[in-house]
């Protein structure tokens, strides 16, 4: 069976919440959700968390170690 490839995508601007939902394919990503995302060098497994001292888009991290640094607004991730 052949994944599907999705990319995470900003929330909707119709999304007032301090902390809003990043999207895929129009549904809301929760904190602490995991991920195959796709990287220059392959595929690695990703968690998304929320810091709550940032507000808007921002506050969407990635939690696992070395990828602390990257946006996940544009990722590619097998869905």
């Known amino acids: 069976m052949k994944k599907k490839i999705r990319q995470i995508k900003l929330p909707g ?8 939902r ?7 990503i929760h904190a602490g959700q995991c991920f ?3 990287f220059p060098d392959g595929w690695h497994d990703i968690t998304l968390e929320v810091a709550w001292e940032i507000t808007g ?3 969407w ?5 070395g990828y602390e640094d990257v946006c996940p607004v ?4 097998e869905a």
């Open 61 to 65: 991290y990635i939690s696992t170690p």
């Open 74 to 77: 544009g990722l590619f991730v």
């Open 13 to 20: 601007p119709n999304d007032r919440d301090p902390h809003p």
């Open 22 to 28: 990043l999207l895929m394919d129009g549904d809301g």
């Open 36 to 38: 195959r995302a796709r």
């Open 57 to 59: 888009p921002g506050c």
